[in-house]
């Protein structure tokens, strides 16, 4: 009986060294299966766009930049610029952001329209939800602007700070999610986007230092006038140059008020003279 229970366990053993890197094997290999598969699904799910979905992606993608790239940002450095102008070049500048605001609205609304007919509009991902923010701002801004109050009313302060604060909001926020449109291109279709990455921070980096340039621009040019008016500043009038005037007024019996650069004690003398 021993004898048998010994055989036993060795035959059990056997098996087990046996078999043991058959299982391994075949579960190394469901391992493989599973992870190649996850790895062909994926590498399918890039590939399987079609040529006619690329272009609505391009366009897409070319208009949202038009209008939250590059229209928006110009139409705020254009309305900045008309608040140092008077009369027609101050009305140049408004119309002209109003212009670049308007045309940038209406190719927003371009850009959602073929997103909604050509897109698969689920928003589970940063680009999606931030465009559909930035859609529903962007109009609230429009009525915003439309009720304009005068010049002159109390409503027009809180009317500007409004104002002010949904327009660089939407334009800073369109500039983000142009950057997270690019990264889900590129990881929809497996294109580079770092030539259009660079291109566009170029872009914004230009009409960011125009900005900034066109406020310090004034300044500036005062400096500028101010030391060179310094070397034609005609010399002070002096204390003799005006004990002379004064003879010569009481000299010609004239009562002229002579302003002399001497302490304020003599202020009430020139007064009474």
């Known amino acids: 009986m021993e004898m048998f229970g010994f055989l036993a366990k060795l035959s059990i053993s056997a098996c087990y060294i046996i078999l043991l890197p058959l299982v391994e094997c075949s579960s190394h290999e469901d391992f493989t299966l599973s992870s190649n598969h996850k790895s062909i699904k994926h590498s399918l799910n890039k590939v399987q766009i079609s040529p006619e979905m690329r272009s609505h992606i391009k366009i897409h993608g070319i208009l949202l930049w038009a209008s939250m790239g590059f229209l928006m940002p110009v139409g705020i450095l254009t309305i900045r610029m008309s608040i140092r102008e008077t009369g027609t070049k101050a009305k140049v500048f408004f119309y002209l952001h109003l212009f670049c605001q308007i045309l940038s609205v209406l190719l927003s609304s371009i850009g959602a329209v073929l997103s909604i007919k050509n897109f698969e509009n689920s928003f589970n991902n940063n680009h999606q939800q931030l465009g559909l923010v930035l859609y529903a701002v962007m109009w609230v801004q429009v009525v915003v602007g439309y009720l304009r109050p005068p010049r002159g009313k109390k409503r027009r302060s809180t009317w500007y700070v409004v104002h002010w604060l949904l327009g660089t909001s939407v334009t800073l926020v ?7 449109g690019l990264r889900a291109y590129h990881h929809k279709t497996s294109r580079s986007t770092t030539i259009w990455t660079i291109i566009f921070t170029a872009e914004i980096s230009f009409i960011a230092f125009l900005y900034l340039f066109q406020d310090k621009w004034e300044y500036m040019q005062k400096q500028g006038v101010i030391l060179g008016n310094n070397n034609n500043v005609e010399p002070p009038v002096t204390t003799t140059t005006s004990v002379v005037q004064v003879m010569i007024a009481e000299r010609d019996n004239e009562k002229v008020l002579v ?6 004690r003599n202020a009430l003398r020139n007064l009474f003279d």
């Open 174 to 180: 369109g500039i983000i999610n142009i950057y997270t």
């Open 259 to 264: 302003p002399e650069p001497c302490g304020k």
